[in-house]
Each structure stands twice: as C-alpha cells, then as structure tokens.
C-alpha cells in the first residue's frame, strides 16, 4: 500500500487537529514531521534494529518532567514514518487509522504518559 506524502502528511495533521482543544493548546515547543523511514540514529534511539517496525517516535523532554530550568531548549520533535506504516496496512482506511494511533501515541509520550501506561489504556 502506497500513498503520496501529501495525503499521508494531510493525515498525520488532521489526527492532530483532532485532538481535543484542551490538550492542543497545552502543546507548546513541539515540531512534527513526517520522514520515509527512520535513519540509524532514530533506530539506536527507539532501541529498534528493524526501521519496519517504527512508527513513529518522540525525542524531548515530556511536560510532566519540565522545570523551571525549561528555558531556551530547542523544540521537542515527533517523526512519523511513512513507509512503516504503509508496509503493515492493507488499506487505505486502515493506514489512515494507524496514523491517527500512531499521532496519538507520539503525543502521548509528550504529555509525559509512558509506553506501559499505554499498554495497559489499550487493553480497555
């Protein structure tokens, strides 16, 4: 399954602009962007040998461990990963919905929310 970046970053913004407005305005000093594939630095970082297998990722400092000493620093960043995503769905709605889980999740870790915790959210 293939789409073109245009349609696949038209997703990853609208699952954003979905998000409820309280926790949108919360957002603060964070990029988002969209890459083909993770490169070996993002691999090592994520702990993940296989760029199959990561969707997305998250690198900052989540809001539930800034301090007063947050100042100045350069933006948290969450990647998502085109082809990843595309490699494991069948269609089109289905790439679409694992965008959205993946946007959600990256966001998630911004607001501080381990992947545990996301686990055990998911089994409900």
């Known amino acids: 399954m293939r789409v073109s ?4 970053e038209q997703w990853v913004w609208e699952a954003v602009a979905e998000l ?5 305005a919360r957002i603060t000093n964070l ?4 890459k083909a594939l ?3 630095d993002d691999l090592a970082y994520a702990g993940v ?6 969707l ?3 690198r900052g400092i989540p809001l539930t461990e800034r301090t007063t000493h947050y100042d100045l620093v350069t933006p948290d960043l969450i990647t998502i990963y085109q082809r ?19 946007v959600r999740h990256e966001i998630a870790h911004y ?6 915790r996301l686990d055990e959210l998911d089994a409900y």
């Open 84 to 102: 990843p995503h595309e490699a494991m769905c069948e269609t089109l709605d289905e790439l679409r919905a694992e965008v959205r889980r993946t």
């Open 31 to 34: 990029a988002i962007e969209v």
């Open 38 to 40: 993770p490169s070996p």
């Open 111 to 116: 607001f501080g929310i381990s992947d545990e």
């Open 20 to 24: 409820p407005e309280s926790l949108r």
């Open 56 to 58: 997305g990722l998250y």
């Open 49 to 54: 040998e296989d760029p199959m297998d990561l």
């Open 5 to 8: 970046r245009k349609q696949f």
